[in-house]
């Protein structure tokens, strides 16, 4: 995958297939500690005993429509090669968290990409999931989460295109407010 942004929508597709109805994408960037954190954790049902054995095999899959699943190994070498790792915590029936750490000045780290993106086709392609998107760089925090933006919206669905729009423009003006800061 060519960014991470991918790897979070890969990873919350699989929380959606797992039934999660809460979805929560934290991404901590702490320049001071040389650390990238991503980190997708859902509510959904969780990985059996076989299911977590096997999650990091590219050649074992859940789904009926291909032989391969490629998301946590693909994610897993990003990961390793940026002197990072990857951890799966999971708990049939309570969900699963997966958190990927990467060196952050690492030559071979893939950009985040395109997260406001992400998010669109998260949020506009599931309307009844709640997602919350946490994002720390060193001392600044942003957060995003569509159960608070329900609440204010009253019968107005989350993926109206007008609020789509104002949730992007919210993500976008994050971000370039962060990427504008001195390092």
Known sequence: MQDLSLHILD???NSITAGADRIKIRI???????LFLMEISDNGRG???EMFEHASDPFYTTRT???VGLGIPLLAQSAKDCNGNLKIN???GKGTTITATFQHDHIDRKPLGDIEKTMIVLIAS???IDFILEHSRNSDLYILDTSEIKKELGDVPINNMEVIKIIKDDISAWLNQVNNMIE
């Not at 901590?28 to 040389?34: F, S």
């Open 11 to 13: 990873i919350a597709e």
């Open 28 to 34: 901590v960037e702490d320049i001071g500690a040389n």
């Open 47 to 49: 990985m059996d005993k």
């Open 65 to 67: 429509t291909r032989k």
């Open 90 to 92: 999971t708990e049939k």
């Open 126 to 128: 599931n309307p009844d």
